[in-house]
């Protein structure tokens, strides 16, 4: 899942409010991905030309080869869990777990158009995940583990349904600065609004944005080999309005502030947004710096 700092894309809560429990967040974020499943699909090669890097990282640090049995997590509308499917082929399987069963709907569209029939979708809760102990030769993840609320409990499920000596490699966002494209956007409404500071511990796109802070709860979960690295790439837009047009219809956390505002403070994030992204203009096109944190950890023997 875009597939679950300082400056977060939860939504902000304030201190006189009660803390969500665990199963809330989780029914929110299930309700918010469903919501933009229908911009996750419409966008979908869009995505899929931008971050075909990352996908192929994530097969490369799960040590994926054929006939291997996978398990993804936070699939959304299909990545890695489609590419894990071409690479083990079909002496291998997938299973894709995700929250929001509408995202599901997409994966599943899209596996039978591209004739991958060794990889099935199916909801559920990355915190109890529905396996049995050791059965699985690898697990991959992007952009999901930041999302949930209890990480520590997620890391040890990786940890129980990995078999010895296989390899999880997930993908999470690093520091906000780093990360434009997502970021501008938090700044530009807070131009606009006064938005009470974000709890640095909730779940959201930043939460595992520290380095070797997910390489340290893994360790936790009784993984070794663990490393954790910075990568590097970019997003490219043909234009403003389309990065501020594609950011509303797939950023659920946005929605959820921009519902909050009146049409002309909406008017003016927008004009705000996209004078931002402006700034960006490399040639004929609006190009944001990406930042990511790349962690892998194998199970011992």
């Known amino acids: 899942m875009p597939a679950q700092a300082n400056i977060s894309m939860s939504e902000p809560r304030g201190p006189a409010m009660t803390p969500q429990t665990p199963a809330q967040v989780i029914d929110g974020q299930r309700q ?3 919501r933009v499943s229908g911009g996750w699909e419409k966008w979908d090669r869009f995505v899929d030309e931008q971050t075909a890097f ?5 097969v490369a640090d799960a ?9 993804d997590l936070g699939s959304g509308t299909g990545y890695p869990a489609l590419l894990a499917a071409e690479t083990v082929g079909p002496t291998g399987s997938v299973i894709g777990i995700d929250l929001a069963d509408q ?4 994966a599943e569209r899209k596996a039978e158009r591209l004739g991958l029939n060794n990889v099935s979708f199916k909801t559920g809760d990355v915190t109890t995940l529905p396996f049995k102990s050791a059965c699985f030769d690898a697990v991959t993840s992007r952009f999901c583990l930041m999302f949930l609320p209890e990480i520590p409990k997620a890391a040890a ?6 078999k010895p000596g296989s390899w999880v490699a997930a993908a999470v966002w690093s520091a906000p600065e780093m990360n434009p494209s997502i970021s501008l956007s938090m700044a530009s409404i807070k131009q606009v609004v006064e938005l009470p500071p974000p709890d640095p511990a909730a779940p959201g796109i930043f939460r595992l944005a520290r380095p070797d802070e997910l390489a340290g ?15 590097l790439g970019e997003w490219s837009y043909a234009s403003a309005d389309e990065y501020y047009t594609s950011l509303m219809e797939m950023a659920a956390p946005v929605q959820n502030l921009m519902a909050k505002l009146l ?15 402006a700034n960006y203009r ?3 096109r609006i190009t944001f710096p990406m930042a990511v944190r790349m962690v892998a950890g194998r199970k011992p023997l």
């Not at 040590?63 to 398990?71: F, S, T, Y």
């Open 217 to 231: 709860l893994l360790q936790q979960a009784g993984l070794v080999d663990t490393t954790d690295h910075e990568f």
């Open 54 to 58: 990352l996908n192929r990282r994530l």
């Open 63 to 71: 040590r994926l080869r054929a006939g291997m049995r996978v398990l």
């Open 282 to 284: 490399r040639d004929d």
């Open 263 to 277: 049409d002309t403070q909406k008017q003016e994030v927008k004009r705000l947004i996209i004078q931002a992204a």
């Open 32 to 34: 918010d991905w469903n």
């Open 103 to 106: 995202m599901l709907a997409v």
């Open 157 to 162: 499920e990786i940890a129980r349904v990995l």
